[in-house]
């Protein structure tokens, strides 16, 4: 019988490439059709707290909450090998100047607050779209801002100040590249459906690969102000080989990151990670 999928993820240029083929009907889905809800990814990660999507994007800290109702699908990681947020000042700062100060941050769930409590443990987190932290910064309601998606390559341009890569200081750390998101299914689809779920999403990442200007057409409309060559820059750091599977060093960067946050105390329960075959 037909079926709809309900997939959620962000409007942004590295979700749409890689959702590109699947928005765009490109590949064969047979009985399934694939019903895209775009949002922020901190909404998305209070939307999964509920099990309201069949299929969605999250972050990987968010996953420490989700692991009972969701599996990480193999392919769709957004991973960043070496480099990652961005924590930005208004003047040049180091990470330990951040330290009991207020820094606007993306939510509370997302992977890049995580990544942030390791390295500065003590800091008031003032919770802000993802799109209006450098103006926090800049209007004074916070001391620092921690960038994610293309701010993290547009930041210099409003003249912000680099303080720190949370992508670097965590492959500096653990040696790790640092996993930001990922794609979860809802384990009560059942082991067919679950597979045949995977299947697609796998094909649709290919397809974006193997038609890259196609697939940057599609992302452009998602850009929020990049030009084609960032973003594909941009892209390029979001969607790879690490996106079509988390191989083993993915999986291993993954139960590496929880157990940090567990043992910090800022994830407060044990995390059993399970992966779709």
């Known amino acids: 019988m037909p ?3 309900h997939v959620g993820h962000s409007p942004d240029s590295d979700d749409a490439f890689m959702f590109y ?6 590949i064969d889905t047979g009985d ?3 019903l895209h809800e775009l949002q922020d990814i901190e909404t998305l990660n209070r939307r999964a707290l509920k099990g309201e999507l069949e299929v969605t994007a999250v972050s990987i800290h968010a996953y420490a909450y989700l692991a009972d109702r ?3 699908l193999p392919s769709g990681s957004s991973m960043g090998d070496g480099y990652g947020p961005r924590l930005v000042a208004r003047t040049p700062a180091s990470l330990q100047a951040a330290s009991g100060r207020r820094i606007a941050v993306p939510g509370l769930l997302t992977t890049a607050y995580l990544a942030l409590k390791l390295a500065v443990p003590d800091f008031e987190a003032v919770v802000v779209p993802f799109d209006e932290i450098e103006d926090a910064v800049w209007n004074g309601t916070a001391d620092f801002g921690l960038l994610i998606h293309e701010g993290q390559l547009t930041y210099g341009d ?3 100040s680099l303080v720190a890569d949370l992508g670097e200081w965590w ?6 590249p640092l996993p930001l998101g990922g794609n979860v299914v809802r384990k009560d689809l059942g082991p067919a459906l679950i597979t045949q779920i995977s299947r697609h999403l796998r ?15 599609h992302a452009m409309r998602f850009a929020r102000g990049l ?11 979001y969607v790879n080989d690490w996106t079509q599977d988390y191989g083993d060093r993915g999986r291993t960067a993954v139960r590496a990151l929880l157990d940090h946050g567990v043992k910090a105390g800022i994830i407060t329960q044990p995390v059993t990670v399970e992966f779709v075959d």
């Open 158 to 160: 409003t003249g912000l």
């Open 70 to 72: 969701y599996a990480l």
């Open 171 to 176: 492959l500096g750390e653990t040696g790790l």
């Open 32 to 34: 399934l059709t694939y």
């Open 203 to 217: 094909a649709s990442i290919d397809y974006a690969l193997e038609h890259r200007s196609g697939a940057l057409d």
């Open 3 to 5: 079926r709809t999928i």
């Open 21 to 26: 083929a699947l928005a765009e009907g490109l």
């Open 227 to 237: 030009d084609r060559s960032k973003a594909d820059t941009f892209v390029g750091m």
